[in-house]
């Protein structure tokens, strides 16, 4: 096992102990300013996820996230990942969340902490021009960004409860 699976686990189990705390406190159809139910945050962590599992098994990260390939810029592509999985219930955007997670920790933890120092390239031939290692999308797409959504969903939750 790599050095990444521990930290990618305890991020992991803050963001589901946030989450466990939501559904207790009134559900993830819980929307905030910005237009986002906490099943959407759940749902595009998930997408992310299986575009991370996807670049480290060599497939196509679109494709992947269930999106062609023609969207660009990082706001599209979570916008688009947003409405493809808007008409999903809470309890499929948790248990996209959990499926993804869980297929992602087990491909990565076949890999070592060398495998994770090789560059995106190695994993992704058609982008020959990446060469920063791919642990760095690791971090950015596991507890980098789990903690970016642990932060909007307690903005969600403040916003909530004030409005109350």
Do not use: C
Not at 14 to 35: C, F, I, P, R
């Amino acid at each position: 096992m790599n050095a990444e699976v521990p930290r990618i686990e305890a991020a992991w189990a803050q963001l589901v102990d946030l989450v466990n705390q939501v559904q207790d406190a009134g559900g993830l159809e819980q929307v905030g300013a910005d237009g986002w139910a906490v099943k959407d945050h759940l749902a595009h962590i998930a997408a992310w996820e299986h575009s991370l599992l996807a670049l480290i098994e060599g497939h196509d990260r679109s494709s992947a996230m269930g999106l062609p390939d023609s969207i660009e810029g990082i706001d599209n592509v979570n916008e688009a990942v947003r409405k493809l999985h808007e008409p999903d219930t809470s309890d499929e955007a948790f248990g996209y969340f959990r499926d993804s997670h869980a297929q992602l920790v087990a491909a990565l933890g076949k890999l070592s902490d060398a495998d994770l120092q090789k560059p995106y390239s190695h994993y992704q031939p058609g982008d020959p021009d990446e060469k920063r290692p791919v642990v760095e999308w690791v971090a950015g797409n596991t507890y980098e960004h789990y903690a970016e959504h642990i932060g909007w969903i307690n903005q969600l939750i403040s916003e909530s409860s004030a409005a109350r």
